[in-house]
């Protein structure tokens, strides 16, 4: 019977720590004397340690002298809620705040009914048999009343799954009295008049490492402070998973080294570090892993119903930091999901994480509408953060939730859904990235998605990716060369052992890699490179195969980079005879070469000659691209460029001026073009004689170009050098002298010391030093 465990005797500890039995009979008067408590607080936690979010607790209780009814502290699983608000009852009961104090585990509705009945049977002296009854008239009694004493009085509602499984049982708002909730989700329907909501968050990874290192010491180890450090960072910094480490470590009287590299096997689960379900610490019932799944489920039953578990599955594969919206967006994960949800799927399977399909033909897909809402379904569950409100919407997955996600996944539904997320990376990748804050998010995420996979894996087998070439090409053009040397390098290292070394791809990377040699300065190395990989391709591709034509083009460029120009002029006049004979005059191979037969011709002192054939090339470009394709306008940019270089400075100036008019119309004001001309238009003035002109336009430049494409961008370095220069060539020898001194760090950094740029640096910072009188003498 259910009145049963209200029946007999009952115990519960005064304040001052003695036990008090009392009896109670139907439902007639309670015989409980105050101070009282109904239900069981959980225990302390080994170790427990004070948080930032148990002084806001305390404030948010009496804010200024006014209390606050209820605080509801929402977080995800594992974050130490429950220890919390434990803590925060135990300290009210000790501290004598309170007469009486209920504890309710409220994680479904009967389970809440049950235990503000069981406070009902003893304050309110209410029927037993009926606990819906008995809650009703416990909220009742908890309204204040005239003539009767104030009780002080703490409900702590512990672990609400939904929202909906308290309507009709909050308690009321009384000056007397406070309600504690805690909960993973996030709905309105919890906060409102007389509410506040604390966000419980992760420990920070000093909290975490002094939570590890006592917790150690209290088993009688002790492990290097920077091994404690790493574990913190390992395990997100999430409580639930560090207390359930230090008791699997004790278990299997296991290092931290060891422990980590357990971690870090992706042949592993989660589940497989940490403690069975029958040595779990500080009376814990689920494991880390399965902190989450009722989430899981429930998220999964919402609207749009079946879109929270794939899309967290896809989420998994990324980088928890921060996923852009566009990409959980994109045509691919919208396509994944209408196929995961409109599949019908026998009972015992729907818990399975469902395995996205490949078709030929075209999918239907589901709405970003949909997707957003999947988003919010499980940011109120606690899942994700999601940020609306941010740019670029960054979606934010704790890692072990994550991994909880990919261990649900068999080996096919794993490759699939990183196959999926790759493509969902490539198709948010802007065609022009204006945007360096996005770009750096997107290779974040491409990387994070090649460690999910490994170098074996299906971003790299039975082909690469073109995600992993992108977000190569990427960080160089960010700036970062050296960077970009390292991952090509890497990349081609990787291909040579998977692929072989005559796989297409391989020839690929080795092209990647030479060409961002040549960036960073090794001109020479990279034409080396070139010239052993064009014979490679001619012998497994053929001579006339387009990646063997592209090959010859950079060859022949950075040939002229080397410092022979003429020869440059040589290898691309046969190299266009082969595009013509092969793809005709028109093709976009063709004008190209021409293109830069025209610049190496300049290179090589015939400015006028440059002049004359890039007007030939402007005529043709129009006429086979139209006037505003961007081909044509760099034709333009060109012409204007040699036409300063024949000596006619003002007349660069205002063919300049007038092609900005154009980019700017159709390519906008932050395109890189559109700033390129900007600096070329600050160069000339410069050149015919107005240094203040070309100050006042490369500092105005500087200030968009910053903001564009980043601090560390080649652009704007180059315009830092630029504007350097002019500031000493407008007779401010010791501002070009600050300025180069500054430019000479960040090259340095960037680029390294032995790059033409920072050499060129570190010549006119010797150079304004002596003009400005301050001596050849250089910074340490």
Same mark, same amino acid.
């Not at 989660?270 to 989450?292: C, F, I, N, Y």
């Given at each position: ?163 909906? $499984? ?5 308690? &009321? ?49 002790? !492990? ?40 870090? $096997? ?14 779990? &610490? ?17 998220? $999964? ?8 578990? &794939? ?32 599949? &019908? ?254 610049? *190496? ?14 007007? !030939?090339?402007?005529?043709? /470009? ?77 500092? !105005? ?18 315009? /830092? ?46 150079? *304004? ?12």
């Amino acid at each position: 019977m259910a009145g049963d465990i209200f029946s007999g005797p009952t115990a519960f500890q005064t304040g001052d720590g003695n036990t008090q039995h009392n009896h109670f009979h139907g439902a007639g008067r309670p015989v409980i004397s105050l101070p009282h408590q109904v239900g069981v607080i959980p225990p302390r936690a080994q170790s427990f340690t004070g948080r930032a979010e148990a002084a806001r607790l305390r404030e948010a209780a009496s804010r200024g002298g006014t209390a606050l009814p209820c605080q509801v502290l929402t977080g995800m699983g594992g974050v130490g809620k429950t220890q919390l608000a434990a803590d925060e009852a135990r300290s009210a009961w000790a501290e004598g705040e309170v007469d009486l104090l209920v504890w309710v585990t409220a994680v479904d509705r009967a389970s809440a009914v049950a235990g503000l009945g069981r406070a009902g049977v003893d304050m309110a002296g209410a029927d037993p048999s009926d606990p819906q009854a008995a809650a009703d008239a416990f909220l009742a009694w908890l309204e204040p009343k005239t003539g009767r004493e104030p009780c002080r009085w703490l409900v702590v509602l512990d672990d609400v799954a939904d929202p909906a $499984d308290l309507r009709g049982l909050w308690p &009321p708002d009384s000056p007397t009295g406070r309600t504690l909730v805690t909960t993973r989700r996030r709905d309105s329907a919890l906060t409102g008049s007389g509410r506040s909501r604390i966000e419980v968050g992760l420990f920070t990874e000093d909290e975490a490492t002094d939570y590890l290192a006592s917790a150690l010491v209290a088993g009688g180890r002790t !492990e290097p402070d920077d091994q404690l450090a790493a574990l913190a960072v390992d395990l997100g910094c999430l409580p639930l998973a560090l207390s359930q480490a230090v008791a699997y470590l004790a278990d299997q009287a296991l290092g931290i080294a060891d422990y980590r590299a357990l971690l870090a $096997d992706r042949t592993r689960t989660l589940t497989e570090a940490v403690p069975g379900s029958g040595r779990l &610490p500080d009376d814990q019932h689920t494991s880390v892993g399965a902190a989450w799944s009722l989430s899981v489920d429930l998220a $999964d039953r919402q609207d749009p119903p079946g879109f929270a578990r &794939p899309l967290l599955a896809l989420a998994a594969m990324l980088d928890p930091n921060g996923i852009p919206a566009s990409v959980l967006t994109s045509r691919p994960v919208r396509e994944l999901l209408a196929a995961a949800t409109d599949r &019908p799927e026998p009972a015992p399977q729907r818990r399975r994480w469902r395995r996205p399909q490949t078709s030929t033909a075209p999918a239907p897909a589901a709405t970003e509408e949909q997707v957003h809402r999947a988003l919010r379904v499980l940011d109120r569950l606690s899942l994700v953060d999601d940020n609306p409100g941010v740019i670029h919407r960054p979606v934010r997955v704790h890692s072990l939730v994550q991994r909880t996600a990919r261990d649900s996944l068999t080996p096919g539904e794993h490759t699939a859904y990183a196959l999926v997320a790759a493509d969902a990376v490539l198709a948010a990748w802007p065609e022009m990235e204006r945007d360096a804050d996005l770009a750096q998010t997107l290779r974040a995420n491409t990387a994070a998605l090649a460690a999910r996979t490994g170098p074996a894996g299906c971003l790299h087998l039975p082909n690469v990716h073109k995600v992993v070439f992108l977000a190569g090409r990427s960080l160089g053009a960010s700036g970062q060369v050296t960077a970009a040397v390292t991952y090509f390098r890497n990349l081609a290292d990787a291909t040579r052992t998977g692929l072989g070394l005559d796989h297409p791809d391989t020839l690929t990377a080795r092209g990647d890699l030479a060409l961002w040699q040549g960036r960073g300065g090794d001109a020479p190395g990279a034409v080396s490179a070139l010239t052993e990989l064009l014979a490679d391709q001619e012998r497994v591709l053929g001579p006339g195969h387009i990646d063997t034509l592209a090959t010859r083009h950079r060859l022949a460029d950075w040939r002229g980079e080397a410092g022979d120009a003429a020869g440059a002029v040589s290898a691309y006049s046969e190299l266009l005879g082969i595009y013509e004979l092969a793809l005709g005059p028109d093709h976009p191979g063709s004008l190209e070469t021409r293109r830069a037969i025209a610049f *190496w011709r300049g290179e090589t002192g015939d400015a006028t000659g440059a002049v004359t054939a890039y007007a !030939e090339l402007l005529r043709d /470009r129009t006429r086979v691209l139209g006037p505003d394709h961007p081909h044509t306008l760099e034709t333009r940019h060109a012409i204007a460029h040699w036409q300063g270089e024949a000596g006619d400075a003002t007349g660069a100036v205002s063919a300049y001026a007038e092609l900005l008019t154009d980019r700017t119309r159709v390519l906008g004001p932050d395109h890189p073009h559109t700033l390129e001309t900007r600096h070329a238009i600050a160069h000339w003035q410069g050149e015919a004689g107005d240094a203040t002109g070309a100050v006042s336009a490369f500092a !105005e430049l500087l200030t968009d170009v910053v903001r564009v494409l980043g601090p560390d961008h080649a652009g704007t370095l180059v315009t /830092r050098h630029n504007l350097a220069y002019r500031r000493g060539e407008a007779g401010d020898a010791a501002g070009a002298v600050t300025a180069y001194a500054e430019l000479l760090t960040d090259r340095t950094r960037v680029l390294g010391p032995d790059h033409p740029h920072t050499l060129e640096t570190r010549r006119n910072l010797t150079h *304004w030093r002596e003009r400005s009188g301050a001596g050849p003498s250089m910074p340490a």
